[in-house]
């Protein structure tokens, strides 16, 4: 099981690259696959989409501190794939039809 987030508005993806906050750090570097962050018990996924960062939380992944950091860091919302302001910024086309 998976879950899918974004932010309200872009991340430069390359701060990322380099993340070190509050405890929470990249992890490794997947190549154009993305990267992952940790707070070395958890993992979150993170690829860049257009000019967004695309996040995934894979298994049982806990990400809520990963996500507050990132959110605090960059002063951004995150919203999950099940909400409507992630459509709306991720542009589901299937949608508009």
């Known amino acids: 099981m ?4 974004v932010t309200d508005r872009p991340i430069p993806y390359s701060k990322l ?8 750090r990249m992890d490794e570097d997947h190549g154009e696959g993305g990267i992952t962050l940790t707070d070395d018990k958890n993992y979150l996924w993170a690829s860049p989409y257009n000019d967004f960062v695309i996040f995934t939380r894979y298994g049982n992944n806990d990400p809520e501190k990963i996500l ?3 959110m605090n860091y960059f ?3 995150i919203f999950s794939e ?4 992630y459509r709306e910024i991720v ?3 299937d949608d508009e039809e």
């Open 2 to 5: 998976s879950t899918l987030f």
């Open 17 to 24: 690259k380099n993340f070190n906050h509050m405890n929470i």
């Open 68 to 70: 507050f950091t990132v």
């Open 75 to 77: 002063k951004v919302a």
């Open 82 to 85: 099940y909400d409507d302001e």
């Open 91 to 93: 542009g589901y086309e």
